[in-house]
């Protein structure tokens, strides 16, 4: 079994604690109406008129919260990882609390997830790390560096689950534990794009079950 360490990269929350200081209900409106706008047309296609617009304040008022696009763009990559991570937290605890196993808590915890995206009826939004990826030149080093820190948390959560359960269940494959870790991220961000593309709302959710169907031949001992 192959096993490459991955650290966490704390630059989300360190940038956490500095956004918040200013965090605000005309601030989060922004960055709400922002945030479904970019995740519908882009990045470059969405004009902070059309922001100024929805939320119904002056162009002062925008300027008041943010000095520019960047800078609105920064705040909303933030925000959106801090919202992944509470999710993610939530849902992993809450299947560790239903069972101590680290396998079948991880099994149940990949359930959980797959639940939570069957209750979205058109499907999830997107992904505004994938949105930034696509049209990289838009952004700043700070904004791509934020998305990088949040994709290497992702990997660190779950090497972190995976390494557990490895020490108790030995994988039935020669596998490297980073790249399994790195599928959990493969699988819901083309998950995301599958259900777009395809027009299939749900897509997702059984992308999901069938990456907990691995997980478990993976680890589950031969013959059990």
Not at 23 to 40: D, K, S
Not at 159 to 181: F, G, H, Q, R, S
Not at 194 to 201: D, G, L, T
Request: hydrophobic fraction near 45%; charge should be negative; glycine fraction near 6%.
């Amino acid at each position: 079994m192959k096993n490459r360490t991955a650290g966490t990269v704390p630059l989300v929350q360190k940038m956490g604690m500095v956004m918040r200081k200013g965090g605000t209900a005309t601030r989060e409106r922004l960055l709400a109406i922002a945030e479904t706008a970019i995740l519908a047309k882009g990045f470059s296609a969405t004009s902070i008129e059309e922001v100024i617009a929805e939320a119904e304040i002056t162009k002062s008022g925008f300027f008041y919260h943010f000095k520019d696009k960047t800078e609105l763009a920064r705040a909303l990559v933030l925000r959106y990882l801090q919202e992944d991570e509470i999710v993610l937290d939530g849902l992993f605890n809450r299947a560790r609390e239903l069972n101590e196993d680290p396998l079948h808590a991880f099994l149940i915890g990949l359930k959980l997830f797959s639940e939570m995206m069957m209750d979205l009826p058109e499907g999830h939004p997107g992904c505004l790390v994938a949105t930034i990826c696509y049209q990289e030149r838009l952004f700043d080093r700070d904004i791509h560096e934020l998305t990088r820190s949040g994709v290497l948390n992702w990997r660190a959560r779950f090497l972190k689950i995976l390494t557990e359960i490895a020490e108790k269940y030995p994988p039935n494959d020669d596998v490297d534990l980073v790249e399994v870790a790195d599928l959990v991220s493969t699988i819901v961000e083309g998950g995301i794009i599958m259900s777009k593309a395809a027009r299939e709302p749900m897509k997702l959710a059984s992308q999901i079950m069938l990456l907990r169907s691995y997980i478990k031949l993976l680890f589950t001992p031969r013959g059990d």
